[in-house]
Nanobody, 124 residues
Framework: QVQLVESGGGLAQAGGSLRLSCAVS????????MAWFRQAPGKEREFVAY????????LHADPVKGRFTISRDNAKNTVYLQMNSLKPEDTAVYYC?????????????????WGQGTQVTVSS
């Protein structure tokens, strides 16, 4: 049973940076696809970034393209989300998610394993 544990959230000023981590345990990571989603109060959960663990293919949502970067560390079984040039509208709870779907997946319903979420707050 794959389990995900996020860390690295917190408070940042606009223009600043944060790095989120998602540690994966309990399963074979090489055939997983991973993603970051976020959910702001009163809004639906929103796709942020995707990575196919085996091939390293990535996809970033338009609102974060050029500012956020998803990556993975094979040795540590960890996925990262490097967030630069943060904006107040990036404030949300960020979730790590995993799936074994082999095509690029950007919908929350495509993912069956979720972390507990980590709060990111960006002040202006």
């Amino acid at each position: 049973q794959v389990q995900l544990v996020e860390s690295g959230g917190g408070l940042a000023q606009a223009g600043g940076s944060l790095r989120l981590s998602c540690a994966v345990s309990g399963g074979t990571v090489s055939n997983l696809a991973m993603a970051w989603f976020r959910q702001a109060p009163g809004k639906e959960r929103e796709f942020v970034a995707y990575i196919a663990w085996n091939y390293g293919r990535t996809l970033h949502a338009d609102p974060v393209k050029g500012r956020f970067t998803i990556s993975r560390d094979n040795a540590k079984n960890t996925v990262y989300l490097q967030m630069n040039s943060l904006k107040p509208e990036d404030t949300a709870v960020y979730y790590c998610a995993a799936t074994r779907i082999i095509v690029v997946a950007t919908r929350p319903s495509d993912y069956n394993v979720w972390g507990q979420g980590t709060q990111v707050t960006v002040s202006s």
